[in-house]
């Protein structure tokens, strides 16, 4: 029996369907449905059960788009997704609770005025994905968007066609397609998307097209969350305290997915009396990752299409590097091996593009200083950061250097949990999701006050005719005297000196309170024994 399965043919959505879609979506939201915890409940449960039903399907479209293997396919995309429902499910209520704004936000003299932070869906939101996880990139946010009680168009890549026809079906078919659905296409498409008004967008993708989606949203003052790339470092020290582990570890880094993945690294600055030993111990670790070689392996994927293949070939093509590891390509079968190229310039091919493929550049160096100028020329605000040095040459590049997020000892560790805040910073990008970022991502905070009407004669402040001696009254009760003189000085005055003493040197009241009862017990046990 014939169990392959076979997928629609890639169909892209008219683009005189785009603007009626676009409406459906805000006149859903309008209904004020989305508002309901039970509702998003059950769309969360149903995209649940639609991703194990359609679990076949997805996994045997990212084989057929990316060559991805079942396992990274349910790891990382199905299975992924799945449990970012789960999360969302278990802490719906929580995270749409009004949060009651208390002390130090609200001071005790407006205690009377009920504030608190209401959760409210941004609206009708436009997500847009990229093509490397297609399930994933696409699917994460959406969980985020339901949560938070948005109608959403999703719009997955046009390069992975067979997972954006499965998705298509999916999600229309499973969700409530009033509020949810998927157009299909590419740059038309996404032009007709963005002519539309939007509470908010969602991007991922490169930062050349990300910058045309938050200009075209700028124009109508859509806020964006842009999730973008980036020219990643990684930083190895002659106090690694464990290289062949290091080798090991970047080398999963650039063999997961082919190394198409955003925060992976794009090259290694590493100290030049341990570069020969690295580059060893990286090829121990790609003979134990492929014992077969790496073309014969199910698990590493393939290059998306020809024209990324050949622009990583090119990458490599024109450094003037030398290659230590790998270097085989096939371009009928859009396979490049696991490929390291030993550059000295910042000029390299391999240094100035991002290589979002199974290729990275290493880059020895002298010092530390060295190591931090170059990363710093390359790229200032990288997705993400890698170190392996001594814990003082780990903080030293945390300090030094900004990314979206850091892993110490490892590769992308940091965003390989699901619910932990993801994102970019600069040009790497803006904003975050996974877990509770996600929710935030698509919620307004919108700050409620309540004045009861008694209460009038309390803020009689602020009604004219003004009368000087209400504001006096004020401020005497609640403006705080400051403890710094005019140089930036803090002040060690009478309040000062008689918060130390009676605070028993305690940093607040919470710190003297203890003291005071360390004291106490201590006096107790003192009299007790001297009474025996
Ligand atoms: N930060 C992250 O989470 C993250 C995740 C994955 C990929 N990325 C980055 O994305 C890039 C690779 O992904 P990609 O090639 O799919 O990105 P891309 O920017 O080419 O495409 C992303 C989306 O934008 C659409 N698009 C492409 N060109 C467009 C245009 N001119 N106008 C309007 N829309 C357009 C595509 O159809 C696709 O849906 C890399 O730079 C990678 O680092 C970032
Ligand atoms: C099982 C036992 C234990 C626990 C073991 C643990 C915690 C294992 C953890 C393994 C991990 C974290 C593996 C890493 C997997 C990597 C993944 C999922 C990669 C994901 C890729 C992503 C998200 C890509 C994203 C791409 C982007 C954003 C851009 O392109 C113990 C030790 C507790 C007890 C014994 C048993």
Not at 233 to 252: D, G, Q, V
Not at 356 to 363: D, L, N
Not at 509 to 526: P, T
Request: charged content about 20%; hydrophobic content about 40%.
């Amino acid at each position: 029996m014939d169990t392959k399965i076979v997928f629609p043919e890639f169909k892209a959505t008219a683009l005189e369907d785009i603007p009626r879609l676009a409406s459906n979506a805000r006149g859903q939201f309008r209904t004020h449905k989305t508002k309901n915890l039970q509702w998003r409940a059950v769309q969360l449960r149903k995209l649940y059960w639609a991703l194990e039903d359609y679990k076949p399907q997805l996994v045997a479209a990212l084989k057929s788009d990316l060559g991805k293997s079942s396992f990274e396919a349910m790891f990382t995309e199905v299975d992924w997704v799945k449990k970012d429902c789960m999360f969302m499910l278990e802490h719906l209520e929580n995270f749409a609770k009004d949060e009651k704004l208390g002390s130090p936000a609200v001071p005790p003299t407006y205690s009377l005025m009920k504030f608190r932070v209401r959760k409210e869906p941004m609206g009708t939101v436009l997500i847009i994905g990229p093509y490397n996880y297609p399930v994933q990139l696409l699917l994460a946010p959406m969980v985020g968007a339901i949560g938070a009680g948005c109608t959403a168009v999703i719009k997955p890549s046009e390069l992975t066609p067979a997972s954006a026809m499965v998705i298509k079906e999916m999600i229309e078919t499973r969700l409530d397609s009033s509020a949810f659905s998927v157009v299909n296409g590419s740059i038309p498409e996404t032009n007709a998307l963005m002519n539309e008004k939007w509470d908010k967008v969602f991007f991922t993708g490169s930062a050349q097209v990300g910058s045309i989606i938050a200009k075209k949203a700028a124009e109508t003052l859509t806020p964006v969350v842009l999730e973008l790339g980036g020219k990643n470092p990684a930083f190895i020290t002659k106090n690694c305290s464990n290289l062949a582990l290091a080798a090991r570890r970047l080398l999963w880094g650039k063999t997961h997915n082919a190394g198409q993945v955003c925060m992976s690294q794009n090259y290694v600055l590493i100290d030049k009396e341990i570069a020969q030993t690295f580059i060893g111990f990286l090829k121990d670790a790609y003979k134990d990752a492929f014992p077969q070689g790496a073309k014969n392996s199910p698990d590493l994927s393939r290059i998306v299409n020809k024209r990324h293949f050949q622009r990583i070939k090119k990458m490599i093509d024109e450094s003037q590097g030398q290659i230590v590891m790998g270097g085989e390509m096939d371009e009928d079968d859009l396979y490049i091996e696991p490929t390291a190229v030993l550059v000295n310039s910042v000029e390299d091919s391999m240094m100035q593009e991002e290589s979002f493929g199974p290729i990275f550049a290493i880059y020895p160096v002298n010092t530390l200083d060295e190591a931090l100028n170059i990363a710093n020329l390359v790229h200032k605000t990288p997705l993400s950061l890698f170190s392996f040095g001594s814990k003082a040459e780990n903080d030293r590049i945390l300090n030094e250097m900004t990314s979206g997020g850091a892993t110490l000892n490892d590769s992308f560790f940091h965003g390989s949990v699901n619910t932990v805040p993801f994102g970019g910073v600069g040009d790497s990008g803006w904003g975050a999701y996974r877990g509770k970022a996600s929710f935030d991502a698509f919620t307004h905070f919108r700050t409620i006050a309540e004045t009861p009407g008694w209460a009038d004669r309390l803020i009689r402040v602020r009604y004219m005719p003004y009368d000087w001696s209400q504001y006096k009254l004020l401020a005497r009760l609640t403006e705080k005297k400051p403890n710094f003189d005019r140089s930036g000085k803090v002040v060690k005055g009478f309040g000062y000196w008689m918060a130390l003493i009676f605070g028993l040197g305690g940093k607040n009241a919470k710190g003297a309170f203890l003291r005071w009862i360390v004291v106490a017990v201590a006096h107790y046990l003192y009299t007790v024994r001297a009474a025996k």
